[in-house]
């Protein structure tokens, strides 16, 4: 089994800056995806961001969102830029060992998330 835990959410005003960890624990990998999703009320999980070979991004946050993974750590992280109220949600963080996904039913491990609300 694989534990991942999100830290990092908070209140930050609009143009302000966040950044999310989620330390993985657990069973090991030799490769794996690490991605970020959110969900807003009423809204379904979307894609934020991912990274295994390579960084891949929802075009939403392109330019103003940087995922980063520290192997030797087990751990990912979010660093959120520009922020803007449309990007309050509850983010979560998410590991799967196959996929190179953007859907969230394709990845088995998840963390609990962490709020993040941006106000204006």
């Known amino acids: 089994q694989v534990q991942l835990v999100e830290s990092g959410g908070g209140l930050a005003q609009a143009g302000g800056s966040l950044r999310l960890s989620c330390a993985a624990s657990?069973?090991?990998?030799?490769?794996?995806?690490m991605a970020w999703f959110r969900q807003a009320p009423g809204k379904e999980r979307e894609f934020v961001a991912s990274?295994?070979?390579?960084?891949i991004y929802a075009d939403f946050v392109k330019g103003r969102f940087t995922i980063s993974r520290d192997n030797a750590k087990n751990t990912v992280y979010l660093q959120m830029n520009s922020l803007k109220p449309e990007d309050t949600a509850v983010y979560y963080c998410?590991?799967?060992?196959?996929?190179?996904?953007?859907?969230?039913?394709?990845?088995?491990?998840w963390g609990q998330g962490t709020q993040v609300t941006v106000s204006s």
């Open positions: 998410a590991l799967d060992e196959r996929v190179i996904s953007r859907t969230p039913r394709e990845y088995d491990y």
């Open positions: 657990g069973r090991t990998f030799s490769t794996y995806t």
């Open positions: 990274i295994r070979w390579s960084t």
